[in-house]
């Protein structure tokens, strides 16, 4: 394990994008997201992506440059296409529409298809937030085999299908910002355990067989396991909706058998954003938003180190630590990175020259 001051480690991985062909401020966006993923704790979409970014641009299935085309413009609805470009950056093009049109008529919904993959779903909710926007993304995953099995299945049908809501912040509380998987645990989080030599929690896999395992290794060999749906029937039921209104609605395509294929990660996003203003008066919305968040963490905590949170908190929390302390990244992700530096023609000490440890 190596712990990385970030400032350091944005200029490392800025190195490695430029190096696959990456111009102008594209470096910049992809490295900031990455990192401000693993600062905000969720290291499964950080800089740990890094390799099979690079494996995707050598295999043509990841086109740096790229932004986003306007296929249907209605007003309040636009359809965009990523044309396979860096997530990062055409993701924030659209959720940047997205913002243009509901500051002009209130309410927008914009479909983004064929984007690489867009990382960390929460940065697109709080783009809009810090506008004064509310905002919920519907996002599926298509482009490689399944990893997510259907409630009572026991193999793979669809992916992790993210969703996301995020408010807007008041005078007293940061914005509330819900930013999860549908399934028990993102494919990342346990790319990472298995990194770093660890278990995965409980029932949050099962084998090739369809026994639960806490075992990573599933994840990544043949034949392979699956992820199983966070709460049962309903957690997988909003992976069903995610999966429907990002892949379907969109035109993006869904988990089926034809869109599976490739090897890669596409990502569809249905984005739904709404100036409160135009339903009640900000300071109302604000208000309530605020006597709400005190009367929840007013709840006496059943353990008294662990008081109540809502979401966002637990975000802002890792956030602090590792400004403070540093981003721990396990000796395999790292070795990894480099290597995938090497193959852009990167040499390792040039990568391992611009990072500071803690």
Known sequence: MIVVEHESL?????????????????????????????????????VGMLPRYVDNLGRGMLHPNRHVEVIRDFGAMVVVDGGMGYGQVVAREAIAIAIEHAEAHGLALVALRNAHHIGRVGAWGLQCANAGLVSMHYVNVIGHLPTVAPFRGSDARFSTNPYCCVLPATDRHPPVMLDMSTAKVALGKVRVAMNKGERVVERALIDAEGRPTTDPRVMFGEPRGALLPMGAHKGYGLAVICELLAGGLTGGGTSQPANTGADTIINNMLSIVIDPGRLTEASCFNDELDAMIDHIKGSPPTDPDAPVLVPGDPERAARAERLANGIPIDDVTWERILTAAETLGLARAAITGLVVEH
């Open 10 to 46: 944005r200029a490392a991985a800025r190195e490695i994008i430029a190096a696959g062909g990456s111009i102008g401020e594209e470096p910049t966006l992809v490295a900031d997201h990455l990192v401000e993923s693993n600062l905000t704790g969720h290291d499964s979409h950080g």
